[in-house]
């Protein structure tokens, strides 16, 4: 769009801006640069760790990331699909997992109805990520994490060693 021509007390005095340019008025019409856009201030916690962005895989980054780093192993986290997205599982490897499928929890062995594939953590590594995650239970299938942000935060904090600043709370019947 071309710019209008303003006329003023003696004629012609200089050039409008076109449509849309913000200019400033008491400075000859100058156009005004455009602000870089804002970013969000991180929001510092009791904990002192910055919980600004709760998306599932930042989340499960962090946590992987922390794990590894004051453990020296790997640990699998990953997420779920379908209904369950947002929740996602932490646990041992399938290359450190016992390949029997036994089930730790209820003291048998699983039928042939119902086998896990990636097979279940054995005692070392259960109560290692236990001890790494502040004391919870972990399952012979490993830790799962709901779908919130007050779950999220509770298990960034745990996995980074400190103690959670928030504690997730069930919000399913």
Same mark, same amino acid.
């Given at each position: 769009?071309?710019?209008?021509?303003? #006329?003023?007390?003696?004629?012609?005095?200089?050039?409008?801006?076109?449509?849309?340019?913000? @200019?400033? $008025?008491?400075?000859?019409?100058?156009? @005004?640069?455009?602000?870089?856009?804002?970013?969000?201030?991180?929001?510092?916690?009791?904990?002192?760790?910055?919980?600004?962005?709760?998306?599932?895989?930042?989340? #499960?980054?962090?946590?992987?990331?922390?794990?590894?780093?004051? =453990?020296?192993?790997? /640990?699998? $986290?990953?997420?779920?699909?379908?209904?369950?997205?947002?929740?996602?599982?932490?646990? =041992?490897?399938?290359?450190?997992? @016992?390949?029997?499928?036994?089930?730790?929890?209820?003291?048998?062995?699983?039928?042939?109805?119902?086998?896990?594939?990636?097979?279940?953590?054995?005692?070392?590594?259960?109560?290692?990520? =236990?001890?790494?995650?502040?004391?919870?239970?972990?399952?012979?299938?490993? %830790?799962? %994490?709901?779908?919130?942000?007050?779950?999220?935060?509770?298990?960034?904090?745990?996995?980074?060693?400190?103690?959670?600043?928030? #504690?997730?709370?069930?919000? /399913?019947?």
């Amino acid at each position: 769009m071309q710019a209008i021509t303003r #006329i003023g007390p003696n004629g012609i005095e200089g050039v409008m801006p076109a449509f849309g340019q913000v @200019v400033d $008025v008491l400075n000859n019409f100058e156009p @005004v640069p455009t602000p870089a856009p804002m970013q969000p201030e991180p929001t510092p916690t009791p904990s002192g760790h910055d919980h600004s962005d709760y998306s599932r895989a930042v989340t #499960i980054k962090r946590i992987r990331t922390a794990l590894r780093k004051r =453990s020296g192993k790997a /640990w699998r $986290v990953y997420g779920h699909t379908g209904t369950a997205y947002g929740w996602f599982s932490i646990k =041992s490897p399938d290359a450190r997992c @016992v390949d029997q499928a036994y089930d730790y929890d209820r003291g048998g062995l699983y039928g042939p109805e119902t086998p896990d594939p990636h097979g279940h953590m054995s005692e070392a590594d259960r109560a290692e990520l =236990s001890e790494l995650m502040g004391g919870i239970r972990v399952f012979s299938d490993g %830790v799962s %994490v709901a779908s919130s942000h007050e779950y999220y935060a509770e298990h960034i904090d745990r996995a980074e060693g400190v103690e959670p600043c928030r #504690i997730g709370t069930q919000y /399913w019947d």
